[in-house]
């Protein structure tokens, strides 16, 4: 089993930024392909962005392009996403997910989740 | 934008067979995955690429695509499989998920 961990639970006031972090202990970022999905209370499973190893680069969904920014700390081997102009829309818990090697659209295992609440 | 539609909710009794459908233009063209989420848990890989079970993936599950639809199968399903699934499919370089199916084992 490979293990994601993420950053702890975060409360951020309309209009903020939030950054939530992920680290894959024991795989170098490299190697995988790192993507983010949330999901709103209650609601299903959205897809945010992450890297598509056909075109070498980080994707993101239509909905966020502009608005979220997805890092990878290759010294520190540390994925971030940072979303930016946060609402009340954007109170979800946000998961890193990977696929483990670079081989497919699916994600093999998931983090604990990053509990994000949007409140002023 | 690719759109996956799944029914909201299947209930199955104990032991038998629980099938549940994921329909999206010509998606049997596509590789679909499923995942599982329990409450309160992270979601769980169950199929990918259409028929692929990971590893510790119980074999009762099973999956199948063709034409605009896949289909993720429990035979023998059990109390412990009651769960949200959810599908998933590759499209123009974007991940997208079905909407989820609750499924109940009554």
């Known amino acids: 089993q490979v293990q994601l961990v993420q950053s702890g639970a975060e409360v951020k006031k309309p209009g903020a930024a939030v950054k939530v972090s992920c680290k894959v202990p024991g795989y170098t970022l490299t190697a995988l392909s790192m993507h983010w999905v949330r999901q709103a209370p209650g609601k299903g499973l959205e897809w945010m962005g992450g890297?598509?190893?056909?075109?070498?680069?980080?994707m993101y969904a239509k909905k966020f392009q502009g608005r979220v920014t997805m890092t990878e700390d290759t010294a520190t081997d540390t994925a971030h996403m940072e979303l930016r102009s946060l609402t009340s829309e954007d109170t979800a818990i946000y998961y890193c997910?990977?696929?483990?090697?670079?081989?497919?659209?699916?994600?093999?295992?998931w983090g604990q989740g990053t509990r994000v609440t949007v409140s002023s | 934008s690719y759109e996956l539609t799944q029914p909201p909710s299947v209930s199955v009794s104990p032991g038998q067979t629980a099938s549940i459908t994921c329909s999206g233009d010509?998606?049997?063209?596509?590789?679909s995955s499923w995942y599982q989420q329990r409450p309160g848990q992270s979601p769980v890989l169950v199929m990918y690429q259409d028929n692929k079970r990971p590893s510790g993936i119980p074999e009762r599950f099973s999956g199948s695509s063709s034409g605009n639809t896949a289909t993720l199968t429990i035979s023998g399903t059990q109390a412990m499989d009651e769960a949200a699934y959810y599908c998933q499919a590759w499209d123009s370089s974007t991940a997208v998920f079905g909407g989820g199916t609750k499924l109940t084992v009554l």
């Open positions: 997910a990977i696929n483990k090697n670079r081989r497919g659209h699916y994600f093999d295992f």
């Open positions: 890297f598509d190893p056909e075109v070498a680069k980080i």
């Open positions: 010509k998606l049997g063209f596509k590789y």
